[in-house]
């Protein structure tokens, strides 16, 4: 019915599994750096603060909020 060699293949079968999930997982992560190039941003006008809001986020702007 079990022997040891059936149990230890087991193991083995699942813990290779485990770590080819590891892996791809790993690979499938984005990474936290954006790039600047892909970045939807806007310039105020009026006080060269970069957002990515329609409108200024500075409180200290001049510009009409």
Same mark, same amino acid.
């Given at each position: 019915m079990f022997s040891i060699s059936k149990i230890f293949t087991l193991i083995i079968i699942l813990l290779a599994i485990t770590f !080819?999930? *590891? !892996?791809? @997982? *790993?690979?499938? *992560?984005? @990474? *936290?750096?954006k790039d600047p190039k892909n970045l939807d941003v806007s310039k105020c006008p009026s006080c060269g603060v970069w957002t990515s809001e329609k409108i200024c986020t500075n409180n200290n702007c001049p510009f009409d909020n």
């Open positions: !080819i999930f *590891k !892996i791809l @997982s *790993k690979k499938r *992560k984005p @990474s *936290k750096v």
